[in-house]
């Protein structure tokens, strides 16, 4: 079964295939590094790991460019509004170049903590002015353009199917109510490629060009570093359902208008985190970070694994007793992968069974499906179950891990050298463990199961666990 996947210009879930062979080009919209990345943000970013982690699943090699918005983002999609840089300035008491160091670090930061693999580039929109200022030359040169007082915009009229992502009836939109009013303006929908600074004032990010001192529009940084890094058309773009509007759809406008052909063959949207059902927002107080997660006593993984629960086109309810269960099947999860800790068992010593190779051709097929991961899931679930032997168990895990990316093998493998180091050099109290453990195991070969679980209990007391793994093994873990 091939990799489907439902493209938002089609409408439609369509078998992809990328332009090079085996190679893929994807670009993401990244983070605008002016305030905390929240877990709605990173919901998204899993989506796009687990999209990379598909391909890779299907034998492509994908080439992943990101952009870090770090100047000329509004408050509004109007091009109107505070630069969203020197809000985050001026809220946190910092530069907008320091403000854009911190954000962008806690973004990465919290990547890390959900397992989420780096992009191949990453693209910082201030590293590319001169290129942005190129594109929009060249949109210049071609007629897409014109002046008015406050900054360079794009003539949308001049641009055939500038709805062809949104689908929008642009007869029926009004001035003010798509975006706000601004004086000069051809037509609604038309967008900012460069802002002119306001006159008097000084700001701390602007640049010289042909039109005027000032900085891009938002949209424009896109379209350059997407075409500047992965060429004129591009296999992949993602991004929240909420670009399709208008940050997308004025993306396609200026790439294809420069260029002249297509710039997305797929387009790749993910839907809203809701929390208790309301929209995340800070007059709220609903926003929490994946550092926030983890001061809750929560790992961050669970958090993943709760993403995966929902499909990535559908809405999303998140709440705190939501992400406990998650993480109780997580931890089911990471149970099974005791078996990386037996330093003896290497997959590749017997060929899977052919009861555990079709749990895994299950498997691919959810994740083939439009990246069906609840659906991948519960393969997983019920497929261990069925499982027939540790060398099955492995299998399965690490070939599903290598999709979900929850990090079972290196949780089999940190626990195993957790009770390697206690056994090598125990304390007076591991020692009690460790001899109650030999005790309980006597038991067990003696049959007398009730004893043997009283033992159990009292080594849970002393802050661990007995797992029992086939064959009459038996492990700690620490509590």
């Not at 008097?200 to 890094?229: D, Q, Y």
Request: charged share 25%; with cysteine.
């Amino acid at each position: 079964m091939a990799l489907k996947l439902y493209n938002t210009l089609s409408r439609t879930v369509e078998v992809f295939e990328p332009l090079d062979g085996p190679n893929v080009s994807m670009y993401s919209c990244g983070p605008t590094v002016y305030d905390y990345q929240h877990i709605g943000h990173m919901r998204r970013y899993v989506g796009d790991d687990i999209l990379i982690r598909a391909l890779q699943m299907n034998h492509y090699r994908v080439k992943h460019v990101m952009n870090i918005t770090d100047v000329g983002h509004l408050t509004s999609d109007s091009d109107t509004g505070q630069d969203k840089m020197e809000k985050g300035a001026a809220k946190f008491g910092l530069s907008v170049w320091d403000i854009a160091k911190k954000f962008e670090k806690q973004f990465f930061n919290s990547m890390d903590a959900l397992n989420i693999k780096t992009p191949n580039i990453i693209v910082h929109a201030t590293d590319c002015i001169d290129d942005q200022i190129e594109l929009i030359k060249i949109l210049e040169e071609k007629g897409f353009t014109y002046k008015i007082a406050d900054g360079i915009y794009f003539d949308t009229s001049k641009f055939p199917d500038y709805n062809k992502l949104s689908h929008q009836d642009l007869s029926a939109l009004k001035e003010g109510a798509r975006v706000a009013a601004v004086a000069g303006k051809r037509n609604p929908t038309d967008f900012a490629l460069w802002k002119f600074s306001p006159k008097g004032l000084k700001r701390e990010m602007e640049w010289k060009s042909p039109w005027g001192v000032g900085f891009p529009g938002w949209h424009i940084e896109c379209s350059t570093m997407a075409m500047k890094n992965l060429g004129v058309t591009i296999d992949i773009h993602t991004g929240g359902i909420d670009h399709i509007n208008i940050h997308h759809t004025n993306e396609i406008a200026q790439s294809e208008g420069a260029s002249g052909k297509q710039f997305v063959r797929f387009w790749v949207h993910h839907n809203f985190l809701l929390f208790d059902a309301e929209k995340m927002s800070k007059s709220l107080g609903n926003i929490y970070t994946v550092q926030d997660i983890k001061k809750e006593g929560f790992s961050p993984l669970s958090l993943r694994y709760l993403y995966l629960q929902t499909h990535y086109r559908q809405e999303m309810n998140f709440t705190w007793e939501s992400l406990a269960a998650a993480q109780t099947a997580l931890k089911s999860l990471w149970e099974k992968a005791q078996v990386f800790s037996n330093p003896g068992l290497e997959i590749t010593v017997r060929e899977p069974s052919k009861k555990a190779i079709k749990i895994w051709e299950d498997f691919v097929d959810e994740v083939d499906n439009d990246l069906n991961t609840a659906g991948a899931l519960a393969v997983l679930h019920s497929g261990l179950k069925l499982a027939e032997d540790d060398y099955d168990i492995a299998f399965l895990l690490k070939s599903a891990d290598e999709v979900l990316g929850l990090g079972l093998v290196e949780r089999g493998k940190s626990l195993f050298e957790e009770q390697e180091k206690m056994f090598s050099n125990p304390s007076p109290s591991q020692i009690e463990v460790l001899e109650l453990l030999q005790q309980r195991n006597d038991m067990r070969k003696q049959k007398k199961f009730a004893q043997a679980d009283q033992i159990r209990h009292k080594i849970k007391k002393l802050g661990y666990d007995v797992l029992d793994q086939k064959g009459g093994k038996t492990e700690l873990k620490k509590l």
